[in-house]
Nanobody, 118 residues
Framework: QVQLVESGGGLVQIGGSMELTCTAS????????LGWYRQAPGKSRELVAL???????NYGDSVTDRFTITRDNRKNTVYLHMNNVKPEDTAVYYC????????????WGQGTQVTVSS
């Protein structure tokens, strides 16, 4: 059973920066993706950013060039560096652990609220 512990989040001003952190534990595998999805009120959950164990990244269209995802494999930790935040970045951010090779699996964190204010 993989467990994900998220930290960061809270209130940030428009144009400001924020960092989210997620640490995974309990994984018997080293080959898995870590990343973030988000869900705003009344909207479906959407991709923010993913990073593979090899460092390949994938970003949602709305955050490209503003957000950066990094990973420390020794600590099983992923970081989301959010820059130049906008009101539309307000959402609950969920950490995801995903393994796409057998045995496949997906685990989610409990979510952390990010609110962008003026």
């Amino acid at each position: 059973q993989v467990q994900l512990v998220e930290s960061g989040g809270g209130l940030v001003q428009i144009g400001g920066s924020m960092e989210l952190t997620c640490t995974a534990s309990g994984s018997p595998f080293t080959n898995y993706d870590l990343g973030w999805y988000r869900q705003a009120p009344g909207k479906s959950r959407e991709l923010v950013a993913l990073i593979s164990s090899g460092g390949t990244t994938n970003y949602g269209d709305s955050v490209t060039d503003r957000f950066t995802i990094t990973r420390d494999n020794r600590k099983n930790t992923v970081y989301l560096h959010m820059n130049n935040v906008k009101p539309e970045d307000t959402a609950v951010y969920y950490c995801i652990w995903r393994r796409r090779v057998t045995p496949v699996g997906t685990y989610w964190g409990q979510g952390t609220q990010v609110t962008v204010s003026s």
